[in-house]
């Protein structure tokens, strides 16, 4: 019988992701041949798949494909950072990216039967492959795309996967290499700005209402008299837009500059009109509960 040691399952789980102690019975079950292993766990993994398709998936990265006039960005969660970085999984996300630009599914579940790049199989048959293969819970939760007939499409990615946005800009220039290159600089101020809105005109009255109620509030207990409230108001709600409205924001890259300026000013530019139509923003595992992992606790499971 082969001494497993810590190495070789680092390197097995380098592999395939799957989980140490997992690597370790498989090592064991192989006599530490390393192929062998990889072979034990898929062959195990394809009759658990559906059990693990069950577990917490908050980690994993977002992916973009496209350029010019259209692109896309999806969101692919894993169980853990650690399957995040494995080579597998990120190939998986990149071809899902493809699948969606190349086929344009209406949701998620129509994503699933669209035919995964060059496998014979289609995203979901894939997906279950590949949590056979890895070990871990893998989904694929939302995506984006655009394309516009006229104009740029332009995406971002911002911390190796953590955060994504797709920006579109409508202009009969769209091949303009200023367009292009201020499609880029909003994606990238949307990352860091993180609008929830593009236009004052789409914030729902209720949200502004609320917004008001708790100005409205604060300007009473500072001691202002009602006329003076209202007045007040009114500039507290333009701010508040400025905040939440990406037309309204001021332009990270030019903070004395709001982006509609910014975009009015490349329209000037390059003789011809710019709209910022579209955006869109995700953050890695947000709204999802996260599975807390005791690594410590698995080491010493290990060294037993």
């Known amino acids: 019988m082969a001494t497993i040691t810590a190495s070789m399952v680092s390197e097995l789980r380098g592999k395939t992701g799957a989980g140490m102690m997992d690597c370790k019975k498989a090592l064991s079950e192989a006599d530490g041949n390393i192929d062998e292993a990889v072979d034990i766990l898929r062959k195990k993994g394809l009759s658990a798949a ?14 973009a494909a496209g350029e010019g006039n259209r692109g896309v960005i999806v969101e692919v969660n894993s169980e853990t950072d650690f399957v995040a970085k494995n080579e597998g999984f990120q190939a998986f996300a990149a071809g899902v990216a493809s699948a969606v630009l190349i086929s344009a599914p209406a949701d998620v579940a129509a994503l699933a039967a669209t035919a995964f790049p060059g496998t014979g199989r289609n995203v979901a048959e894939e997906q279950t492959q590949q949590i056979a293969t890895i070990g871990e819970n893998i989904n694929v939760r939302r995506f984006a795309r655009f394309e516009v007939a ?36 909003l994606a990238m101020h949307v990352a860091a700005a993180s609008p929830q809105y593009l236009r004052r ?83 890695l595992g947000e709204g999802l509960e996260k599975r807390e992992d005791d690594f410590a606790a698995e080491v010493s499971k290990l060294s037993k």
Do not use: W
Request: include cysteine; proline fraction near 3%.
């Open 150 to 185: 006229a104009g740029a499409v332009v995406s971002y990615i911002h911390a190796g996967g953590k955060i994504g946005v797709l920006v579109e800009l409508t202009t009969e220039k769209g091949s303009d290499e200023r367009v292009v290159t201020l499609a880029r600089q």
């Open 50 to 63: 559906a059990k693990k398709s069950g577990r917490v998936a908050a980690e994993g990265m977002i992916v």
């Open 201 to 283: 005109e789409e914030v729902p009255a209720d949200v502004v209402e609320k917004e008001k109620e708790i100005m409205r509030v604060k300007a009473k207990e500072s001691g202002k008299p009602d006329n003076i409230i209202e007045k007040i108001l009114e500039g507290q709600v333009n701010k508040y837009f400025g905040e939440v409205c990406l037309l309204e924001q001021a332009y990270v890259i030019d903070p004395d500059q709001k982006v509609n300026k910014i975009v009015a000013g490349l329209a000037k530019e390059i003789g011809s009109p710019v709209e910022l139509t579209r955006y869109v923003r995700f953050q």
